[in-house]
């Protein structure tokens, strides 16, 4: 039988502009939200198929790979997140998807209507999350 995975796409949404948030950092900050709400069984479940596999600066958008029978734990987890580098925070989920493909995909129209929202160009959000892959 094949590890079938999840790949949950979120955004983060702060007052202040200069917060600077890695791949890393959010990575570190579920793991704790994971464990403060779920305890050790939580951390033991995800530990193995845990991971970010994209963060955009410009966006604030980013994807979680997920273990497929562990993702409401962790979209419950982060969604629990409310304070990164002691800035409030609010962050939601934009999709999920089966593969990492799709939800690239996903991404890549979401970052585009961001892009015409902020009147920002869009080639420019889409070279970024081309880099970043």
Not at 13 to 21: A, L
Not at 61 to 89: E, L, N
Not at 120 to 129: E, F, G, N, R, Y
Request: some cysteine; aromatic content about 8%; overall charge positive.
């Amino acid at each position: 039988m094949r590890h079938k995975n999840r790949f949950l796409h979120f955004r983060i949404e702060c007052e202040s502009s200069k917060i600077n948030v890695g791949s890393q950092l959010l990575l570190r900050k579920i793991r704790q939200s994971i464990g403060l709400n779920f305890g050790d069984f939580g951390v033991g479940c995800v530990s193995r198929s845990l991971g970010v596999k994209f963060y955009s600066e410009v966006t604030r958008s980013f994807i979680v790979k997920v273990d497929r029978a562990h993702a409401r734990m962790v979209w419950a987890a982060v969604s629990f997140i409310t304070q990164i580098r002691k800035q409030p925070v609010i962050i939601t989920q934009l999709s999920a998807s089966g593969t990492l493909q799709k939800c690239i995909v996903k991404v890549g129209k979401w970052m585009k209507a961001w892009a015409e929202h902020h009147s920002l160009d869009s080639d420019a959000v889409t070279q970024q999350q081309q880099q970043q892959q």
